[in-house]
């Protein structure tokens, strides 16, 4: 069934998108964060750990955050269709 | 700002399941999304495993082994011993008449074994074309980016003891 989209519907799903690509370049650095901190655990250099696991947590924070967004705009944009 | 979403009136099969084509957007981006943080949960969860790891992990014991005396090994001369257990192997060599180094012999790269080339006086590894400083273990080519563990020792009268291990060459 086509529904036609309106510009609230639009403008919500360009902001969804943005989100999606903020969370998209996190999970990039957080997957690079994981390697280099295994590569310098793995060569005996534990000072490293620590400050890996605080950002690696504060970038999951981060992208959840923009989850919630997501779900909010979602909610908003289908709540306002109906 | 309310952070999370009021429950839908409508029931879940409704709310994940668009009636409308517009809305299948919407869900695919969302499920897409909730998959990307359960992703990147993943990978907290993998840098909290290794912090607990490091964290529970035991300080190596090195202990003092006799490893070999000096006279058997002529200058530019090697020996292969295992320090500090039986599973690792480390290379002795004599690069003066009372100079001698010592390294682990796995290659910093992947792990491949590291034999001493005499006629460019540096060890080499054969698996990708690294080199190490004789001198120091530092990398001078190839993919290695870290210097080979370096092996403490100790000399007592002819007798060459591995005491411990310097992971910064």
Known sequence: MKQPGTPARKKGLTAIDGAMALIVILLLVQIWLVSATLETYLAGHNETVLPGAIISGTIFLACFGLYLFIERMDAESRGSQR | ?169
């Open chain 2, 1 to 169: 700002m309310n952070l999370f979403r009021k429950p839908s009136p409508e029931p879940l099969w409704r709310d994940e399941f668009s009636v409308f084509s517009s809305d299948e957007k919407y869900v695919s981006r969302r499920q897409f999304s909730k998959f990307l943080v359960l992703t990147s949960m993943g990978m907290f969860v993998g840098n909290l495993w290794i912090l607990v790891r490091s964290w529970f992990s035991r300080k190596p014991f090195y202990p003092v082994t006799a490893i070999a005396s000096a006279g058997e090994i002529p200058i530019g001369g090697v020996k292969l011993f295992p320090y500090p257990n039986l599973q690792e192997q480390c290379i002795l060599l004599r690069t003066g008449t009372d100079t001698f180094v010592a390294y682990s012999q796995k290659c910093t790269h992947l792990s491949c074994a590291v034999f001493y080339s005499a006629s460019k006086d540096r060890l080499e590894c054969p698996c990708h074309n690294g080199a190490f400083s004789v001198q120091d273990g530092s990398p001078l080519q190839g993919p290695p980016r870290r210097p080979l563990p370096r092996v403490v020792l100790a000399r007592k009268g002819d007798a060459l003891f591995a005491t411990g291990i310097h992971l910064e060459g």
